[in-house]
């Protein structure tokens, strides 16, 4: 009897240390691939051009603007100048709501406007890539912004101003034009340099991306919303994707200024179905 009690304790114990070690497998499985997904997340959303001035994620990239000059942030999971420690909660409000976890207000040249747009699902996966990668000690460079765009209690302004409206898929599109809508108005934030800007900074949303002469570092960025066809709207959806993936028009010029990093960091890094997806969704814009 005694034999047979000490036999099915053993039995359970096999049983609790298999189902945990399954347990352990599982998660392992699923934690590698939500970093694989949020690596690709990380690309799309040309995380690289802003984050990367030397050391990959460390921040330091200087964005001048005519409200003042500022400084990326250091975005690896080091807890002392990264987001090391963030919950997903707060990593979920610092992109959707550009809020810290201190309860301070992010300034707008950090695009959480097109990142309110994106699904939890990415930003959670996209969390999981950041944090799985190495540590960088570097401290954070301060913002050089005068008065008043220094307080930034008054950023609670311009969200109530600048902010509200979200995507949401459009029914009587495809599943690719749909998807081709998310990464322009998410992840990918198309918007935030082919839409001209109101006086206070915020997009100007109800005229799309008609273009905008005082673009990133005074840069005079061309209309995606091309309503003349004199360039981009003549465009064939071929000639979109080719542009996309390789950086040649149909001219065969190639494209310079800030889209030579977007096509390194960002739609060259792109699958050949999100590249055809985004052609789709910027072709109809002209030609709908």
């Given at each position: 009897m005694k034999i047979s009690n000490y036999v099915l304790m053993l039995s359970k114990v096999l049983l609790l240390a298999l189902s945990a070690t399954a347990t352990t497998v599982a998660f392992a499985a699923s934690q590698e691939g939500a970093i694989a997904r949020g690596e690709y997340v990380y690309d799309i959303g040309g995380c690289a051009s802003c984050h990367t001035k030397d050391t990959p994620l460390a921040g330091g990239v200087k964005l001048v603007t005519?409200?003042?000059?500022?400084?990326?942030?250091?975005?690896?999971?080091?807890?002392?100048?990264?987001?090391?420690?963030?919950?997903?909660?707060?990593?979920?409000?610092?992109?959707?709501?550009?809020?810290?976890?201190?309860?301070?207000?992010?300034?707008?040249?950090?695009?959480?406007?097109?990142?309110?747009n994106m699904q939890i699902s990415d930003l959670?996966?996209?969390?999981?890539?950041?944090?799985?990668?190495?540590?960088?000690?570097?401290?954070?460079?301060?913002?050089?912004?005068?008065?008043?765009?220094?307080?930034?209690?008054?950023?609670?302004?311009?969200?109530?101003?600048?902010?509200g409206h979200q995507w949401t898929p459009d029914l009587s599109q495809s599943e690719s034009w749909n998807r081709g809508s998310y990464l322009a108005n998410g992840p990918s934030h198309?918007?935030?340099?082919?839409?001209?800007?109101?006086?206070?900074?915020?997009?100007?949303?109800?005229?799309?991306?008609?273009?905008?002469?005082?673009?990133?570092?005074?840069?005079?960025?061309?209309?995606?919303?091309?309503?003349?066809?004199?360039?981009?709207?003549?465009?064939?959806?071929?000639?979109?994707?080719?542009?996309?993936?390789?950086?040649?028009?149909?001219?065969?010029?190639?494209?310079?200024?800030?889209?030579s990093d977007i096509l390194e960091n960002t739609t060259g890094k792109m699958t050949a179905q999100d590249i055809q997806a985004l052609a789709e969704y910027l072709y109809t814009l002209n030609n709908s």
């Open positions: 005519e409200f003042g000059t500022f400084f990326s942030p250091n975005i690896s999971p080091d807890a002392q100048y990264g987001i090391g420690g963030w919950s997903n909660d707060q990593f979920i409000k610092a992109m959707r709501q550009g809020i810290s976890p201190e309860g301070e207000h992010y300034y707008p040249a950090f695009p959480y406007t097109s990142y309110a959670l996966d996209l969390k999981a890539y950041l944090d799985a990668q190495d540590p960088v000690s570097e401290p954070n460079l301060a913002h050089d912004v005068g008065f008043p765009f220094n307080q930034r209690a008054l950023l609670g302004v311009w969200k109530l101003i600048n902010t198309c918007t935030q340099c082919h839409t001209p800007r109101n006086f206070t900074g915020g997009l100007q949303k109800d005229t799309g991306m008609v273009g905008n002469k005082n673009g990133p570092e005074g840069e005079s960025v061309p209309p995606l919303f091309d309503v003349n066809k004199l360039a981009f709207g003549g465009w064939s959806e071929e000639d979109i994707a080719f542009a996309l993936e390789i950086g040649m028009t149909p001219a065969g010029d190639f494209l310079g200024g800030s889209m």
